[in-house]
């Protein structure tokens, strides 16, 4: 039992590039989310997801698309990376008790 | 709007001794609190939820909480601090919103440790 996987661990963009940030759950869960976090802002919700199709827009969700073709399986797109999109991005899935668990964070530099 | 408020962006203690975090809330209704901890380097871990009943509420390497809706509090405790839990720590509330759910979470707090 893998609990929440995320790939990549490090990434370095420059300006203008594209990347997907991939999200894997084993526990069947229904909730997923995306958050980044910066210091001394905690974490900020960016997109999340409902159930396998459905996905809605959290606080910071510009220059962010997400998918989530799969129930196990929740995609975090940047199309056209900025420098303010450095930070340490954050998956989570969310048992029915409403407790999220989280993946170890993937740290994306945008130069 | 929701939000939680941690006061104390870093707190110092001396190995052994007791530790009190903050965390205020905003919201109208009952709300779903939970604290996690984030060691550097890692993900967060929950380390302790509240939902409803017994308002003070154990969680795991020998914290807890304890919620009082007067002062829209959900402080967290230890009572005598070990050097592993160096770390930061963040509070969060569950929002219900258009029949969907989700986080809110404070700033943090870093706390050091002492020898």
């Known amino acids: 039992n893998a609990g929440v996987t995320q790939t990549p661990k490090f990434r370095v963009l420059k300006t203008g590039q594209s990347m997907t940030l991939l999200c894997a759950q084993d526990m069947n869960h229904e909730y997923m989310y995306w958050y980044r976090q910066d210091p001394g802002m905690g974490l900020r919700l960016i997109h999340y997801?409902?159930?396998?199709?459905?996905?809605a827009k959290g606080e910071v969700p510009d220059g962010y698309n997400v998918s989530r073709l799969k129930k196990q399986n929740f995609l975090l797109g940047l199309e056209s990376a900025a420098p303010s999109q450095t930070s340490v991005y954050f998956c989570?899935?969310?048992?029915?008790?409403?407790?999220?668990?989280f993946g170890p964070g993937t740290r994306l530099t945008v130069t | 709007a929701q939000s939680v408020t941690q006061p104390d962006i870093h707190i110092t203690v001396s190995e052994g001794a007791s530790l009190e975090l903050r965390c205020n809330y905003s919201y109208g209704a009952t709300p779903y609190l939970f604290w996690y901890v984030q060691s550097p380097g890692q993900g967060l871990q929950l380390l302790l939820k509240y939902f409803s009943g017994d308002t003070l509420v154990q969680g795991i390497k020998g914290f807890e909480a304890e919620f009082k809706r007067s002062q829209s509090s959900f402080n967290l405790r230890k009572p005598s601090v070990h050097w592993s839990d160096a770390a930061e720590y963040f509070c969060a509330v569950v929002l219900f919103s258009g029949g969907y759910n989700k986080l809110i979470f404070g700033a943090g707090t870093r706390l050091a440790v002492h020898p």
């Open positions: 997801s409902v159930g396998e199709g459905t996905t």
């Open positions: 989570a899935s969310r048992s029915d008790s409403y407790e999220q668990y």
